[in-house]
Structure formats: C-alpha cells, structure tokens
C-alpha cells in the first residue's frame, strides 16, 4: 500500500467508482456495479475475497471484467479442523504406501490454493471472443512449482516482471494491442457482411 500511495496509483484508483465485497448478500452491489461499468465512462474497481462469493460461481464476461490482480497466494488457513484432518488423511495414506499415492499434505494444500487462483481468473474470460489482464502479484508466482499449476492457456502469454512500472507497461501494451485487434476484427466483419449481401447464395 505504501508503493502505491507514494507512485500516485491510490489517487488514480480512487478516480474510479469503488465496489467492495460485504459480508452475507451482495445482490445490490453487483448490479451497482455492473450500473457503473455500463454508464459511467470511468468504470469501476471491485474488491473481493479470493474463495469468497465474488470469486466463485459468478461470471464477469466482456466489460464486466477486463482485468484481474490477485494479490499474494490465498492459501487456506491450517488450523482449519476440517483441512487439518484432511492433511493427516493424505500423509497416512502416501506413507503406507508412497508410489500409490503419491500425493502428499503439502502438494495438495498448494494446489488447493491454485485451485482458488484458477477460479478466480477464469470468472473474467467466459467465451472465445472474451479477454482480460492478468496480474499476479507476488514473486512467488515466477517459482515453476506454482505457476506450473496455473491453468495452460493462462502461461501461454505468462510474464514475469521485476518492477511495477515493467508490468504497468505490459498491461498498456496488452489493451493496446487488443483495441488494434477489435478495430481489425469489425473491419473484417464489416467487409464480410458486404460480401455476403452481394453473394450469389443470398
């Protein structure tokens, strides 16, 4: 918080119409929200728990969602009684018999946390004509070991940066690049209509 008081981005960010997530219902901030996105040239930013109600179950499509920040590993808390006993399952089996099953206590507490990561990313990106940016905020995600469970289509244009201003430039370069892409896409369709108005099968 302390960078992003400093570089300016919390004035930036504050320019924006704010949602955060509330404990039991969220039904009215989500159409607030998905008001603000609609009419207001601003847009919004929505805070949200990562395995709370906003990150699972409910779908961002197209300008409800272009862009996600995960901030830190949302690793589930251990002295959850239910995960403890969990834990102690899955070592008792991989002792007694370790090529069986292979899966230990620590690899599953991780991948459950990647599980959430996933979820959470994929809310945004519904169809194959949809996009978002991606940032993952933590070094943690540039270990092999974490971003190896990350979702495959995801690590295909996977990035790791070493400042904030290198990943700031990403992000300008990725929407950039995807607003030349969209005027070439309704170029393209604008041709094809007239082509097909014209077509001898019409």
């Known amino acids: 918080m302390k960078y992003l008081k400093e570089n300016k981005y919390c004035a930036r960010m504050e320019k924006r119409n704010i949602f955060e997530e509330q404990p039991g219902s969220n039904d009215d901030l989500l159409e607030n929200y998905k008001k603000a996105i609609k ?3 601003e847009g919004a930013l929505l805070f949200s728990v990562v395995g709370g109600k906003l990150s699972e179950g409910i ?5 409800l969602g ?12 251990k002295t959850s009684t239910e995960l403890k006993e969990k834990m102690a399952y ?3 089996l991989h002792s007694a018999n370790p090529v069986q099953y292979n899966l230990t206590a620590n690899i599953y507490y991780e991948s459950l946390c990647i599980k959430r990561v996933n979820q959470s990313i994929g809310r945004v990106v519904r169809h194959k004509d949809d ?3 991606i940032v993952l905020l933590d070094h943690r995600y540039s270990s092999s070991r974490i971003n190896g469970k990350i979702s ?3 690590m295909r244009s996977f990035k790791a940066e070493d400042t904030m201003q290198a990943a700031e430039q990403d992000v300008k370069a990725f929407f950039t690049n995807k607003r030349l892409s969209l005027i070439h896409i309704c170029r393209c369709r604008r041709y094809a209509v007239c082509r097909s108005r014209w077509s001898p099968y019409h």
């Open 39 to 41: 009419v207001k040239k």
């Open 66 to 77: 272009r862009g996600v920040v995960i901030v830190g590993l949302p690793y589930a808390n």
């Open 59 to 63: 779908n961002f499509s197209d300008e």
């Open 131 to 133: 996009y978002a940016c």
């Open 152 to 154: 495959g289509w995801l």
């Open 90 to 92: 899955i070592d008792k």
